[in-house]
């Protein structure tokens, strides 16, 4: 069973802050208990590290953009793909392409 209840609270600094509880199984607090403990964490610091990871927050009002180019995408690796196989795919590429296309405006695809 997972219940989250509200709770407002004023910190040492006299802001107003949320807190929330959350029910979860024992075994599964073990557990999180344990990871946290050996990483030297308390569970609430270690959830917050992982969900930081796993989703980094965006300031209120900015909107999180996905890199626009494949150059924006792979910035910073290095290396090479192999797909593994002996076939030269890139050549003759605009060739094939364009035989394919003279091939559908016969077929009246096109």
Not at 31 to 58: F, Y
Request: aromatic share 4%; glycine share 10%; with cysteine.
């Amino acid at each position: 069973m997972l219940d989250c209840q509200p709770a407002e609270r004023i910190t040492p600094n006299r802001k107003r802050t949320m807190s929330q509880t959350l029910e979860i199984p024992d075994a599964l607090y073990e557990q999180l208990r344990k990871v946290a403990e050996a990483n030297g964490m308390t569970p609430v610091d270690w959830i917050a590290a992982h969900l930081v990871a796993a989703a980094p927050v965006v300031p209120r009002g900015e909107i999180a953009t996905p890199p626009q180019t494949l150059a924006d995408l792979f910035a910073g690796r290095t290396g090479g793909i192999s797909s593994g196989g002996t076939e030269h795919l890139s050549e003759n590429g605009g060739e094939k392409f364009l035989d394919y296309l003279q091939s559908k405006r016969k077929a009246g695809n096109l």
